[in-house]
Structures are given as C-alpha cells and as structure tokens.
C-alpha cells in the first residue's frame, strides 16, 4: 500500500530553536516529493523534490531528499513564531497518471 | 492574479440534497485535483484531471463525482450527500500532467447534517 508518514505529529519550541521535521514514504513509481506549508488556509507549496542528496533552500527553510532510504526533511533553522504550521509532505507517483499522496502533516507551535 | 477559486466558501446541507462545489483556475494548467481534509487523516484525493475530459479516481472517490468539460473548470459533485462527507474540501491545479507543484484553492468547508 502507497503511503507517507510524518514525524513527529507536532511539536512546541522557542523562538530561535532550529526543528527538523521528518517525512518517510512507500510508494511505487515515486517522481517527486513535495513539501507545503497550512497555516489555517490552504497549503502553501514550500519546495519540491526529485533528486537525491540536492539540498533546496529558502531563506531559513532546507529540505532534502534521500531516494535510498526513502524519506526527506524539512529544516527550519532560527524559528519565528510566523513558522507556527502544520507542515505537509506529498509524494507523487505514477500509476499510469500522476497521483499525490499526503503525509498527515506535522503541527509546529512556536513560542515566543 | 493567478488563482485557484472555490464556491461556496461555506456550506451546510441536509443528507441527500444534491450540491456543486465549483472550481475554476485562471493559469491555463492541464492537472486538476480534488482533497477532502480531515482531523488526523490529512488531504485525502478524491479525483483528479490529467486533461480535458480525462479523470481518474484519487483514494476516496465513493460518494462523489465530477466532470471536466472546459480546461480551467472542474465541479466536484455530491449526488446524495451524508454526514460522513462533512469536511474541508480543496481544489487544486498544476502546470502540466508532470509532477508538479500543486497551487490550492481557498477550500470548502461542507457541512451535512
């Protein structure tokens, strides 16, 4: 069975702290992974993934890609309290057409 | 501006009346798609488009339906709605049939009591 899964669920931390969120996946056929950002609207596309071992990189936000052991992270280095989110990983794969699987995302609290 | 819209924002039925929720996006893309999002289980996909009168069953198509006439529209359809598909719905669009980025519409958030 096709899947993602996200770790940890959720997670509280202090302004500055630098967070890793972890996204791992099961699928046939994988072309790409995708990383978004939900602040209670809709997701938000942060960076997308088809390599591995390129590291993509946004200003505070790093994600890479490990197509050996399957999985990816998102790091947030410097966390502001506008990085409160739930943050969500995506898989594409091919099974004739292009279908996208989503992680149940991780919730990131940041306090001030 | 390129966008992704939805109509209605909100809505709340009764079991068994026929709704629409519409979508439509202005960027010219071939792929469009439909989640439904709940607590603890994510964006599920519903269908999705590859092209002009091409759609294909995401992961929880039961229950629903839809079309895809025109390129820049894609209804979602729910014949005889149930309590059980009360949740956040989006729409979705991207650029080609490849693996794209996906761009989001505002959502809907459906109601059946």
């Known amino acids: 069975e096709d899947k993602v899964v996200q770790s940890p669920l959720s997670l509280v931390v202090h302004e500055g702290d630098t967070v890793t969120l972890n996204c791992s996946y099961e699928?046939?056929?994988?072309?790409?992974l995708l990383w978004y950002k939900q602040e209670k609207k809709a997701p938000t596309f942060l960076f997308m993934l088809t390599s591995s071992g390129i590291e993509k990189k946004s200003g505070r936000l790093s994600s890479i890609l490990d197509k050996k052991e399957l999985f990816s992270i998102l790091n947030i280095t410097a966390t502001q309290t506008g990085d409160s989110a739930v943050y969500l990983c995506a898989v594409v794969f091919t099974s004739g057409t292009y279908k996208y699987i989503f992680g149940t995302g991780t919730r990131l609290k940041v306090l001030a | 501006e390129a966008q992704v819209t939805q109509n209605p924002r909100y809505l709340i039925t009764v079991t068994g009346k026929k709704l629409t929720v519409t979508c439509s996006q202005n960027m010219n893309h071939e792929y469009m798609s439909w989640y439904r999002q709940d607590p603890g289980l994510g964006l599920r996909q519903i269908y999705y488009s590859m092209n002009v009168e091409v759609t294909d069953k995401g992961d929880v198509p039961e229950g629903y339906k839809v079309s895809r006439k025109e390129k820049r529209n894609f209804p979602l359809i729910l014949e005889s709605p149930s309590p059980n598909q009360t949740s956040l719905y989006f729409c979705?669009?991207?650029?080609?049939?490849?693996?794209?980025?996906?761009?989001f519409g505002p959502g809907t958030r459906l109601t059946v009591t």
């Open positions: 979705a669009s991207s650029p080609s049939t490849g693996p794209y980025e996906q761009y």
């Open positions: 699928v046939t056929n994988f072309r790409s």
